[in-house]
C-alpha cells in the first residue's frame, strides 16, 4: 500500500496562489498516476488534476485549464499542484489520490490521502 500526506493549503486572496504538495511512502511512486481532487463545503467531491506515472499525460477540469498545473518527482516521491488565480468558490478540502496503472479522471482512486484545507478570500 502507499499512504499519501497533503501539504500546503492555507488561506489566500481571490487572485492568489498556492503550490499543494502529496508526499508518498510505503511505495515507490513512479509506479502509480496520481490525481488532486476537492470537495468544497456542502458539495460532493469533484476532479480536479491528474498526472501519468511517468508525468507525460495530464488532464484537467474545464474549470481549472490554464490556472492549475499538476507535476511531479518521482525521485522524491511527490506530486504537486501549482494553483494560481484562486477564485473564491474554489475555497475546499484538497486530496491527492494515487492508483496503479493509468491516470482517470473519475474518483477510481485506491489511495487518498487526509486532505488540505484551501480557503480563498473575495
Known amino acids: 500500500q502507499v499512504q499519501l500526506v497533503e501539504s500546503g493549503g492555507g488561506l489566500v486572496q481571490a487572485g492568489g496562489s498556492l503550490r499543494l504538495s502529496c508526499a508518498a511512502s510505503?511505495?515507490?511512486?513512479?509506479?502509480?498516476?496520481m490525481g488532486w481532487f476537492r470537495q468544497p463545503p456542502g458539495k460532493e467531491r469533484e476532479f480536479v488534476a491528474a498526472?501519468?506515472?511517468?508525468?507525460?499525460?495530464?488532464y484537467y477540469a474545464d474549470s481549472v485549464k490554464g490556472r492549475f498545473t499538476i507535476s511531479r518527482d518521482n525521485a522524491k516521491n511527490t506530486g504537486y499542484l501549482q494553483m494560481n488565480s484562486l477564485k473564491p468558490e474554489e475555497t475546499a478540502l484538497y486530496y491527492c489520490?494515487?492508483?496503479?496503472?493509468?491516470?482517470?479522471?473519475?474518483?477510481?482512486?485506491?489511495?487518498w490521502g487526509q486532505g488540505t484545507q484551501v480557503t480563498v478570500s473575495s
Open positions: 489520490a494515487a492508483k496503479l496503472g493509468f491516470a482517470g479522471t473519475s474518483e477510481r482512486y485506491d489511495y
Open positions: 510505503g511505495r515507490t511512486l513512479s509506479n502509480y498516476a
Open positions: 498526472i501519468s506515472r511517468g508525468g507525460i499525460t495530464t
